[in-house]
């Protein structure tokens, strides 16, 4: 079964930093992409940042210069590092993949729990 379990949200000061972590379990983590979205209170799920099995990184221009993704292979793990924050950077977090646990499965997109981040001005 794929699971991915984020960690690490929590309440900040304007200005401050957090890690979040997803650790992956159920595929073949090294040889997929990985995401991270954030999902404000009413508002739609936004892509923040991507990193590729290559190690190729792209970022919201939201995020740009504040946000670092990176990816551990060895513990399953992506991470987000993020700082600088502001309130507009309160959302829940969420990891996600597209992949297929064999195969023998079909492609699907997978998601994690979510994990909140607050920012308070």
């Known amino acids: 079964q794929v699971q991915l379990v984020e960690s690490g949200g929590g309440l900040v000061q304007t200005g401050g930093s957090l890690r979040l972590s997803c650790v992956a379990s159920g595929f073949t983590f090294g040889i997929y992409d990985m995401y991270w979205y954030r999902q404000a209170p009413g508002e739609q799920r936004d892509l923040v940042a991507t990193i590729t099995r290559d190690l190729s990184t792209n970022y919201a221009d939201s995020v740009e210069g504040r946000f670092t993704i990176s990816r551990d292979n060895a513990k399953n793990t992506v991470y987000l590092q993020m700082s600088s924050l502001s309130p507009e950077d309160t959302a829940v977090y969420f990891c996600?993949?597209?992949?297929?646990?064999?195969?023998?499965?079909?492609?699907?997109?997978?998601w994690g729990q979510g994990t909140q981040v607050t920012v308070s001005s």
């Open positions: 996600s993949t597209y992949a297929r646990k064999n195969v023998l499965a079909k492609y699907q997109n997978y």
